[in-house]
Nanobody, 124 residues
Framework: QVQLVESGGGLVQAGGSLRLSCAAS????????MGWFRQAPGKEREFVAA????????DSADSVRGRFTISRDNAKNTAFLQMNSLKPEDTAVYYC?????????????????WGRGTQVTVSS
């Protein structure tokens, strides 16, 4: 079992930055693939970024590539999502997710554990 707690969300103006954190407990974090997803009101959940156990493999959605960066600190059992050049269309609840696999990519169905989410609101 893995427990995930997101933090770092908030209200920011367009062009600003936020750094989301996802603190994990209950499983060897260094053997847990991590991902970030988001869901805007009235829309389906969508993939944002994913990272493998060691951080050697990463991927991100086309809509955020070049602006968002996923990373992890296995010594602190924490994953991060650095979000720069934020746009109003980035407004959503952001969820971190964990998988028992080495890397789970963009398929949300491959993630077994989910946090409760943190709200990110970008004003124009």
């Amino acid at each position: 079992q893995v427990q995930l707690v997101e933090s770092g969300g908030g209200l920011v103006q367009a062009g600003g930055s936020l750094r989301l954190s996802c603190a994990a407990s209950g499983r060897t974090f260094s053997r847990t693939a991590m991902g970030w997803f988001r869901q805007a009101p009235g829309k389906e959940r969508e993939f944002v970024a994913a990272i493998s156990w060691s951080g050697g493999r990463k991927d991100s959605a086309d809509s955020v590539r070049g602006r968002f960066t996923i990373s992890r600190d296995n010594a602190k059992n924490t994953a991060f999502l650095q979000m720069n050049s934020l746009k109003p269309e980035d407004t959503a609840v952001y969820y971190c997710a964990a998988s028992d696999a080495y890397y789970s990519g963009s398929n949300g169905n491959e993630y077994k554990y989910w946090g409760r989410g943190t709200q990110v609101t970008v004003s124009s």
